[in-house]
């Protein structure tokens, strides 16, 4: 079923529930590409409405790997092009292609739909040694590791990741892309003296980790005579284990992309003719299969299997005097039963109605007044006010207003903020981090008092404090960075009733669409897409395009009230240092005191 929004109690231990954080949080990662940008893949494309075309398809010189003739690079119908469908007609796209021996040619020259594909799998002689060794054994990476201590290394670690995905867009009633991708690789970092070395490499085979191992020690001895600061890494035990998901009952490669895009299809389609006055719509769906295995040069080997589904909708309803756009947004560690469990009353139906409702909504007022956040704004302040302030190298750095403030005061007694990666099924949850350490509950500020920062191996030595595992990668290609998980405000005991009570006169807000803040300067703004004012402690009239902003302290001084909802449903993508990582965002309803309103009047 899918995940229901907030209720007024607390769940017992939290039964936790599950957009993109625009700002310092990016949307997701990747693009088109070509076909030398990724490693050796093949590319096919169509774009609409110019010339159909594909791109490093054929099996010319452009596409073909090195060491691979033209006559032993062949495709299949099956590996370059599964069955798709136009959102519009249920055409069959692969009727539009002719397979030859020599690949793919178009026969015809516009359509009405669009879609991009693309596969690591290439039907090759010269590719089936490669494709064999897509699986790499723990002992391989423990023997790279032994190798790494013998050359003198003060420590080392090794991420082998092997992932494949699939995007999906739609838009106003046609398939705009359908994405696959698949990449396996290790990456390896290696501190010599006070100097860190990092390289990757796109293969599992023994002489290319063997090169990688190498040049990630060449980089740090070059690095060493010229580091200043002292490195100090956090003493933990060996680490050996397995973990994942549990309860997967359809995982991604097991479902057709023919299905996937006929069901996301029906789900867009269903949007666009239940009004009138909806003038555009958009699905995006993306889910991903990924393993990694992590192992080091202390004993720590573990491996971590993620399994991740997520689905957006967006509808803009439209009048002759205004565009209003709701949003539908689910994410889970789940397969894709997931989206077999949504229909268009559960869904989609929900945005159109949200949409247009938003037509005939006042402007909101201006000023500053009691404000009471849904869930989900709640979730937008603790992920982009607090969480960003906890990541204990922006701390560390003096890029945090929390800099220094440990054991300090910074909120009322009502404020409790949790960051937690142990949840079950929770979009931003993992068993052991790009480290190996273990995930856990990570507890950053307790009755308004600061208790811990997010930290990695690095950040927890030089705060003298446990690690718990917040050093992320966004795959081999990436060293690991502090960053946050499932972040969220702890349900207090009041029901959503009483804050409007308590706050008397004022504004309701929810529907986040988006957050910025400056961590360095305590500064934070967040949008959302619908509200309603209070009266006479009430709900009265609705609004529309509400923005409120503040300082992050000051807020958080200013929380007087917290109920006993929860919901974790904000699902996304959040940006750092050029990497994506999945992380999740909520809490209850909370009130604060006084918040700077923009809005009319």
């Not at 249920?90 to 040619?105: E, K, T």
């Not at 004012?533 to 609004?543: A, C, M, S, W, Y």
Request: proline residues 5%.
């Amino acid at each position: 079923m899918r995940p229901r929004k907030a209720k007024e109690q607390a769940p017992p231990a939290y039964k936790r529930t599950h957009s993109p954080h625009p700002g310092r949080c990016g949307g997701n990662q990747g693009g088109a590409g070509s076909a030398r940008d990724r490693g050796r893949y093949a590319i096919a494309a169509v774009l609409h409405p110019v010339r159909i075309h594909t791109g490093g398809c054929r099996c010319g010189a452009a596409a073909r790997p090195p060491g691979v003739s033209g006559g032993k690079f062949r495709h299949t119908k099956n590996e370059i092009f599964p069955t798709l469908f136009s959102a519009q007609t249920g055409q069959d796209l692969n009727d539009i292609f002719d397979y030859s021996a020599r690949g793919p040619r178009p026969m015809q020259t516009h359509a009405g739909f669009a879609c991009i594909i693309r596969t690591n799998e290439i039907n090759s002689q010269a590719h089936g040694r490669e494709t064999a060794m897509k699986v790499i054994r723990e002992q391989q990476l423990e023997d790279l590791m032994a190798k790494a201590a013998g050359k003198g290394v003060r420590f080392a670690d090794v991420r082998a990741v092997r992932g494949a995905s699939t995007t999906v867009e739609v838009q106003d009633g046609r398939v705009e892309k359908v994405h696959a991708t698949a990449s396996h690789g290790i990456g390896i970092r290696v501190l010599v003296d006070n100097a860190w070395g990092f390289s990757s490499v796109n293969s599992f085979r023994e002489p290319d980790m063997a090169a990688c191992l190498a040049r990630a020690l060449d980089q740090a001895r070059a690095l060493a005579p010229h580091a200043r600061d002292i490195v100090e890494l956090a003493e933990t035990p060996p680490v050996r284990g397995h973990g994942g998901p549990r309860n997967i009952k359809k995982a991604p490669e097991t479902v057709p992309v023919q299905e996937k895009v006929a069901r996301l299809a029906a789900l867009e389609r269903a949007a666009r003719a239940a009004d009138t006055r909806i003038a555009t719509t958009s699905l995006q769906f993306g889910d991903s299969d990924t393993d990694m295995t992590v192992a080091n040069t202390r004993g720590t080997c573990v491996r971590n299997r993620s399994v991740r589904t997520r689905i957006a909708l967006s509808v803009v309803a439209a009048d002759q005097d205004s565009r209003q756009i709701a949003r539908e947004i689910i994410g889970q560690q789940s397969g894709f039963e997931m989206i077999e469990d949504l229909t268009p009353e559960n869904y989609s139906l929900q945005a159109v109605a949200r949409a247009v409702a938003l037509l005939s909504a006042d402007a909101p007022p201006s000023g500053a007044m009691p404000v009471v956040f849904d869930p989900d704004i709640t979730g937008l302040l603790a992920h982009e006010a607090f969480g960003h302030n906890s990541e204990a190298d922006l701390v560390r750095n003096g890029e945090s207003i929390i800099s220094g403030r440990m054991g300090d005061r910074v909120g009322s007694d009502l404020v409790n903020i949790t960051d937690d990666s142990t949840i079950p099924d929770a979009w931003g949850s993992y068993t052991y981090d790009g480290e190996g350490t273990p995930g856990a509950r990570r507890v950053l500020v307790e009755q308004g008092v600061v208790r811990n920062f997010l930290h990695s191996l690095e950040t927890a030595a030089h705060f003298k404090m446990a690690p718990m595992g917040s050093a992320r990668a966004q795959n081999h290609q990436y060293p690991p960075i502090v960053r946050m998980s499932n972040t969220f405000f702890e349900p207090g005991s009041s029901s959503f009733e009483d804050l409007l009570k308590q706050a008397g006169q004022g504004l309701y807000i929810k529907g986040a669409l988006g957050g910025y803040v400056a961590t360095e300067k305590g500064q934070f703004t967040c949008s959302a897409s619908e509200g309603w004012t209070i009266k006479n402690g009430v709900l009265d009239r609705p609004v529309r395009d509400v923005s409120v902003s503040g300082l992050v302290l000051e807020a958080l001084a200013n929380v007087i009230g917290v109920s006993n909802a929860f919901s974790l449903e904000m699902p996304g993508t959040c940006g750092k240092s050029g990497q994506g990582m999945p992380v999740n965002a909520g809490g209850p309803h909370i009130l604060l005191a006084s918040l700077v309103v923009g809005g009319s009047g």
